[in-house]
């Protein structure tokens, strides 16, 4: 299943350039950052005036309006100024050092929350469902992750085997490339990276992609590579501080669309995801157990493997 679908661009003028900045050309980005930072400013200013300020020609404004998905320049103001005429959230700002814990709890939860809500709008229902089916119809589900995402590729992993599905996740490169070339038709890989840039992920879904199976990604950014090797693109829409530990919102909007994902393919045969589910429950609820004798909980038989 090797049809490529077109970009699919979120609704708000600010989502689409924080999912395509990284793609964007060096003038572009001078464009895409005035206009982040300054999105108020920007509704009054006309081709020349923005074009001034951003330090590039008037064509680029227009290019650069056009690249996001509008006709041009007056659109993309018009979109814009109505994203900024709707009510917002309270924005706590930017992690700094000196934040005492309060204030980190606030930014961190709201930062989530965020990523969460601009997600939903951002994941298009068309590329989910294209997804469920081809992971339910899949012999072998691989997921591929590196960092963060390679965390979120495990959690995928263990949802997916609880309901007998043959998944497997691999956060090694060079194990991820070796295992994408034994795919075959009918298969699924699914490349986990946020910036979209990860050689790593790029390389294994090329390669999986190559031996006829479907590739999924799951980024946060439209024009990116990972995206480029993909058949079915889902998009995150967080945004990552830039003092921060590790993958924060990302990791969250990641896992959520895994959840959605599993829900939907666990949907599609339910009485039997229910048996799985129960089985599993009971083989592992002894573990919860104290030690000592015990009459052990009944397994039954298991059923082969789809």
Do not use: W
Not at 170 to 199: E, K, N, R, Y
Not at 233 to 247: H, K
Not at 259 to 264: A, E, R
């Amino acid at each position: 299943m090797n049809t490529t679908g077109s970009v699919q661009r979120p609704d708000g003028c600010l989502l689409r350039i924080r999912g395509l900045f990284p793609g964007l050309r060096p003038s572009e980005r001078k464009v895409a950052q005035y206009v982040l930072d300054h999105p108020e400013e920007v509704v009054d200013l006309s081709v020349t005036e923005l074009a001034r300020k951003s330090g590039v020609s008037d064509a680029t404004i227009v290019k650069f309006s056009q690249r996001l998905g509008y006709s041009g320049y007056q659109q993309f103001k018009i979109m814009l100024s109505r994203e900024l005429a709707q009510p917002t959230k309270a924005n706590y700002g930017e992690l700094d050092p000196a934040d005492d814990l309060a204030k980190v709890k606030a930014k961190v939860i709201t930062m989530n929350m965020t990523a969460l809500e601009e997600t939903l709008h951002t994941l298009s229902d068309s590329e989910l469902e294209r997804a469920v089916e081809a992971i339910c119809s899949a012999p072998v589900i691989h997921l591929y992750g590196v960092g963060a995402s390679g965390f979120v590729a495990l959690d995928a992993e263990h949802k997916f085997l609880r309901i007998n599905r043959r998944c497997h996740a691999f956060v090694d490169s060079h194990v991820q490339c070796a295992m994408a070339a034994l795919l075959g038709p009918g298969d699924v890989a699914i490349g986990i990276s946020h910036s979209g840039f990860t050689q790593d992920i790029v390389d294994a879904l090329r390669i999986a992609r190559e031996a006829g199976a479907t590739t999924i990604c799951i980024t946060n950014h439209f024009d990116s590579p990972v995206a480029a090797v993909s058949d079915i693109r889902l998009y995150t829409a967080a945004q990552e501080p830039a003092f921060r530990s590790g993958a924060i919102a990302s990791r969250v909007a990641q896992l959520s669309i895994i959840d959605v994902l599993f829900i939907g393919v666990a949907q599609r045969d339910y009485d039997r995801t229910l048996e799985y589910l129960d089985r599993t429950r009971i083989a592992v609820s002894q573990k919860q157990r104290p030690s000592g004798p015990g009459k052990r909980p009944a397994i039954a038989p298991a059923r082969r493997s789809r």
